[in-house]
């Protein structure tokens, strides 16, 4: 299947500071990327869908100005999480489109965040 | 709205087979699929299937796709230790090229 990778795979950091999450299709060209978050011992939630070349499209509670997501290659989405705060601590997945198989999403390994 | 209903935990002896179900509301639902977690890790696509099939089988696993009911199921035969993790079903919404929806996923442990 298909590759997708995401750096870092663990981060911790202060309150206040700024967190780049980046998350890349290894072997194969991504038109459209997803955010998900998870929550402990819960399901994934979508955050926003990041299409290459264009903004990004926020599911609503989804602050925009907080999660910015930028989409700048066919490989390449990142996330920022700006003046991150403990709340903001969970574990953040990306995935990618893959439209060779109808559309799949693969999934990236996922981001361990710990905001103090 | 759309929703995904999976039984949260599964227990099975090593050797056994699993079944794990999940139920969905889409109707348009074009494809549905299977992820595996495990602990701390991203999702791994097990397997998906077509809404026009009825059952796909990949080694070990079998999905089985009632769209009248709209129940899946996943079948893992001989399941091995390796197999404890956590399986989420989603559906896609608004066709293949839709969002996914996922179940709050069922966890598999797997006893030797």
């Known amino acids: 299947g298909a590759v997708v990778s995401q750096h870092p795979s663990r981060v911790i950091c202060k309150s206040g500071t700024s967190v780049k999450i980046e998350c890349r299709s290894l072997d194969f060209q991504a038109t459209t990327m997803f955010w998900y978050r998870q929550f402990p011992k819960q399901s994934l939630m979508l955050m926003a869908t990041s299409n290459e070349g264009s903004k990004a499209t926020y599911e609503q509670g989804v602050e925009k100005d907080k999660f910015l997501i930028n989409h700048a290659s066919l490989t390449l989405s990142t996330l920022t999480v700006t003046s991150a705060h403990p709340e903001d601590s969970s574990f953040y997945i990306c995935?990618?489109?893959?439209?060779?198989?109808?559309?799949?999403?693969?999934f990236g390994p996922g981001t361990r965040l710990t905001v103090l | 709205g759309e929703d995904v209903e999976q039984s949260l935990f599964l227990s099975v002896r090593e050797g056994d087979s699993s079944v794990i179900n999940c139920t969905y509301t889409?109707?348009?639902?074009?494809?549905l699929y299977w992820y595996k977690q495990e602990p701390g890790a991203g999702l791994q696509l097990l397997t998906y299937i077509f809404s026009n099939m009825d059952m796909k089988q990949d080694q070990r696993l079998t999905v089985l796709l009632n769209k009248k009911d709209k129940h899946l199921s996943l079948r893992i035969a001989d399941t091995q230790t390796g197999d404890s993790a956590i399986y989420f079903c989603a559906e896609s919404i608004g066709g293949s090229q839709g969002n996914l929806i996922f179940g709050k996923g069922t966890k598999l442990s797997v006893k030797p």
């Open positions: 995935s990618a489109r893959d439209y060779r198989t109808s559309g799949v999403q693969f």
């Open positions: 889409d109707s348009s639902s074009t494809y």
